[in-house]
């Protein structure tokens, strides 16, 4: 069955700590990937996506997600968060419709 | 403000009675997508249309969920004799359909449903 797990459920930093999100997709065909971001009160934004090519991509804010298809994964990154980065990251699968991973909750303390 | 909206934001019911929410997606979009987000969880996927066809129905769509998108445009979801376990979040995004290409899905703030 098609399935996407995220390794962390909640994540605590302190401002301009790095980070970084796990993310293993279960699935066999050609894979779409994505990061979702909800901030507070907000709806679902796409942060970023790979559908081929370079396998590390570039997202809005300064996050980036690297594809490594021999390990199934793609980790969300970003060199130095901010406190306006406290949201909550979903990872998902497309083959036709979204398969989410049930979510990572950061919260950065200023 | 021209993104997917939906309507109501909340809606607070009885166990028992039936439930209708309405999704507005963009304009010219012809994908339409409903979601299901549950507290901790990450959105599941239950059906989604291209123009007025309803083309994948998740098993998670029990027979008391019914969605429909009679002109292609907006689309309801109506859930009957509603249950505890359907209190959630429902979400709705849309997006274009290019043969061969994906593109992306962009949501809807979401019907919060509450069963008493």
């Known amino acids: 069955a098609q399935s996407v797990s995220q390794h962390n459920h909640h994540v605590i930093l302190s401002e301009a700590a790095s980070l970084e999100l796990g993310c293993n997709y279960s699935?066999?065909?050609?894979?779409?990937l994505f990061w979702y971001v909800q901030y507070p009160g907000q709806h679902l934004q796409l942060l970023l996506k790979?559908?081929?090519?370079?396998?590390l991509v570039k997202g809005i804010k300064g996050f980036e997600a690297e594809f490594i298809k021999s390990k199934f994964s793609f980790n969300l990154r970003k060199p130095s968060v901010q406190w306006s980065d406290t949201a909550e990251y979903f990872c998902?699968?497309?083959?036709?419709?979204?398969?989410f991973g049930q979510g990572t909750e950061l919260s950065v303390k200023p | 403000d021209t993104g997917v909206s939906q309507d109501p934001r909340h809606k607070i019911t009885k166990r028992g009675q039936n439930v209708t929410f309405r999704c507005d997606p963009i304009?010219?979009?012809?994908?339409l997508y409903w979601y299901r987000q549950t507290l901790g969880q990450g959105p599941e996927f239950l059906t989604y249309?291209?123009?007025?066809?309803?083309?994948?129905k998740s098993r998670l769509l029990s027979d008391r969920f019914s969605a429909e998108r009679p002109k292609g445009s907006f689309s309801t979801l109506e859930i009957q004799r509603t249950e505890q376990g359907d209190s959630a979040m429902y979400l709705c995004?849309?997006?274009?359909?290019?043969?061969?290409?994906?593109?992306?899905?962009?949501f809807g703030p979401g019907t919060r449903l509450t069963v008493l």
């Open positions: 995004a849309s997006s274009t359909q290019t043969s061969g290409t994906y593109n992306e899905q962009f």
């Open positions: 699935y066999g065909g050609t894979v779409n």
């Open positions: 790979y559908f081929s090519g370079d396998p």
């Open positions: 998902a699968v497309n083959p036709r419709k979204l398969i």
């Open positions: 304009s010219e979009h012809n994908r």
């Open positions: 249309f291209q123009n007025e066809a309803q083309l994948e």
